[in-house]
């Protein structure tokens, strides 16, 4: 997840360049897709690795957006490599990366 760039960072802090998230990237990081978000330190804003940990415990606990979300991680390139690699006649000059 990553904010447009020349765009503010909401938190007013980074940490070698990067935008780090607080509470105020909650909505954004609660409605993505991803199961990663590059940076969130809980010196920094405890709040926010407190309720992402909540979000996605309930997430695999309830099952919620699971179906939502997995064509989309069914086909990143390193799943599909992973997968297809051990299929016979796979041929690793043939696989195209999806960008």
């Given at each position: 997840?990553?904010?447009?760039?020349?765009?503010?960072?909401?938190?007013g802090?980074?940490?070698?360049?990067?935008c780090m998230?607080?509470?105020e990237d909650?909505p954004?990081?609660?409605?993505s897709?991803?199961?990663?978000a590059n940076?969130m330190?809980?010196?920094?804003?405890?709040a926010?690795?407190?309720?992402i940990?909540?979000?996605?415990?309930?997430?695999?606990?309830?099952?919620?957006g699971?179906?939502?979300?997995?064509h989309?991680?069914?086909n990143?390139?390193?799943?599909r490599?992973?997968?297809?690699?051990?299929?016979?006649g796979?041929?690793?000059?043939q696989?195209?990366?999806?960008?």
């Amino acid at each position: 997840i990553f904010h447009p760039e020349g765009s503010a960072c909401p938190s007013g802090r980074q940490r070698h360049s990067v935008c780090m998230f607080g509470v105020e990237d909650l909505p954004l990081l609660a409605s993505s897709q991803f199961v990663m978000a590059n940076k969130m330190l809980p010196d920094f804003d405890h709040a926010v690795t407190s309720c992402i940990s909540e979000l996605l415990f309930n997430r695999t606990r309830d099952g919620v957006g699971i179906d939502k979300h997995r064509h989309f991680y069914k086909n990143i390139n390193a799943v599909r490599f992973h997968r297809d690699r051990n299929t016979p006649g796979f041929d690793i000059d043939q696989f195209e990366c999806e960008l």
